[in-house]
Nanobody
Framework: QVRLVESGGGLVQPGGSLRLSCAAS????????MNWYRQAPGKERELVATISSGGGNRNYANSVKGRFTISRDNAKNTVYLQMNSLKPEDTAVYYCYAVSRNYWGQGTQVTVSS
């Protein structure tokens, strides 16, 4: 059974940092590209970052480029999203997505506020 479990969200002040994790199980993680998405209240879900199965190719939304870093550890079946210089507009529920299985995690809330 495919499972994706996000963690690491929380409340942070503007300019702060968080690292999200997404632990995968139930499929061959090392063969799947992985994405991070986010959805803010009243807005559509948007793609934040992508990483290829081997980790060599990464892409970012313009809104987070230079501030966020996606990475993965295939030995731990985990994908990460390091978020620095956070802004209030980064507030959203963040989801990981397994491309090969078309499967979503349950999401983790990130709130950036003073």
């Amino acid at each position: 059974q495919v499972r994706l479990v996000e963690s690491g969200g929380g409340l942070v002040q503007p300019g702060g940092s968080l690292r999200l994790s997404c632990a995968a199980s139930g499929f061959t993680f090392s063969l799947s590209a992985m994405n991070w998405y986010r959805q803010a209240p009243g807005k559509e879900r948007e793609l934040v970052a992508t990483i290829s199965s081997g980790g060599g190719n990464r892409n970012y939304a313009n809104s987070v480029k230079g501030r966020f870093t996606i990475s993965r550890d295939n030995a731990k079946n985990t994908v990460y999203l390091q978020m620095n210089s956070l802004k209030p507009e980064d507030t959203a529920v963040y989801y990981c997505y397994a491309v090969s299985r078309n499967y979503w995690g349950q999401g983790t809330q990130v709130t950036v506020s003073s």
